[in-house]
């Protein structure tokens, strides 16, 4: 077989992606349908920096989604190697393909003869899975402390702020190079901090729900068991691993099998963005207890909780989903760093980072394996800072 065009090679590109494309096109079009209706998100397609932003962000989204759950983006294993294929340019016939096989390494072989292309849809499953749950549980952490620490003040506020202060103090590559080296992983550190700061999203649920429940205890309790009781059992799986220092679920009762190096990249992601997160939600916080509607809350006789979590949080959400976007962008470039430096994730892991880091040592002769994770890293934290800048502008509106 001749080798592929560049045309032939877009082509085929884009015809991978047709259930991505599909996907896009029927989200914009019910979205745009019922914009009216669905509050800020409907509001955001009538700003096009925002729609761009969704639209790079939700590509990546749904390549994550139909490849990770049903393998229907990547021609290739991610991991598989085929003897001949090493370094060779886009586009290149595979040799001794079978019968099922793709045919083609369409955007060439890296230093190890694996495909580019199904690497580059590999790595994208795995930033979607860490990035957006790793930000969201900083903000259970930041929302949780945050909010009293604005709201009380006094010395609450002042240890918090100190120790939220002394974790920013470090300079964050330094952080994360010394939470993931092996001598720390070593010692359980990181599964001691999983311990306690995936505890967080439980503590911040039970307040949400008591609070808003108090009066009416024939819904609350019943709610508190059943919801509370999964996330405890969520909770268990997370930091329970067979061969670590926590293993306190037996093996049939352990939902998730998550691998050691991306635990210890995840809890990191959570430690570093947890102090920014407090500080933002504390000042506005601040701010937010002193208007009217949180007075009028007070004279009613609303608990503290009450007026922190539906009083003061749904009117600053304006900003915190801003910062959430802005956010998932800062972990998708510091996962990247990490794979880069070789720092967390497996050595074979199709993450961005690594196979950037893997193109780059024969950048000047084979610039191909590197440029695309690098484009698809720099395309979705493009995207994550247009929707922000959307949601941003619509809020602003509001």
Sequence with gaps: MEPLSWGDIIVRVLIQFTPVWIALIA??????????????????????????????????????????????????????????????????????????????????????????????????????????????????????????????????DTVLSFL?????????????????????VDTGIPNYMAMVLFIFPIVFTAVLFNSRYYTQPHIRTPLLIVVLGGMSWIYLSLISASGSVINVLPGPLDLFDIPGGVLVVFVSVVFVNSPTVYRIVRGLALDVKTRDYVAAAQTRGEGPWYIMLWEILPNVRGPLIVDFCLRIGYTTILLG?????????????????????????????????????????????????????????????D
């Design 27 to 156: 989200t914009f079009a019910l979205s745009i349908t019922f914009k009216r209706r669905l509050g800020l998100y409907g509001k955001l397609f009538d700003s096009p920096i925002g729609m761009i932003g969704f639209a790079l962000v939700m590509f990546w989204v749904f390549t994550a989604l139909f490849n990770g759950m049903f393998d229907m983006i990547a021609t290739h294993d991610p991991l598989g190697q085929v003897s001949g294929m090493k370094n060779k340019v886009p586009g290149t016939p595979l040799r001794g393909a079978e019968d099922g096989d793709y045919a083609y390494y369409l955007f060439g072989g890296d230093n190890l003869a694996r495909d580019v292309f199904s690497r580059m849809v590999a790595g994208s499953v795995v930033v979607v899975q860490v990035a957006p749950l790793a930000t969201l549980f900083a903000f259970m952490v930041g929302i949780t402390l945050g909010l009293p620490a604005g709201y009380y003040g006094g010395m609450l």
């Design 164 to 184: 939220s202060n002394l974790i920013l103090a470090f300079p964050v590559i330094l952080l994360f190079y010394l939470l993931v080296t092996p001598e720390i």
């Design 337 to 397: 760093t990490l794979g880069f430096f070789g720092l967390g994730l497996p050595p074979e892991s199709p993450d961005w980072g690594s196979t950037i880091n893997d193109g780059r040592k024969l950048l000047s002769v084979y610039p191909h394996p590197a440029l695309p994770p690098a484009f698809a890293l720099m395309s979705l934290v493009l995207g994550l800072n247009l929707l922000a800048d959307g949601l941003r502008e619509e809020s602003l509106r």
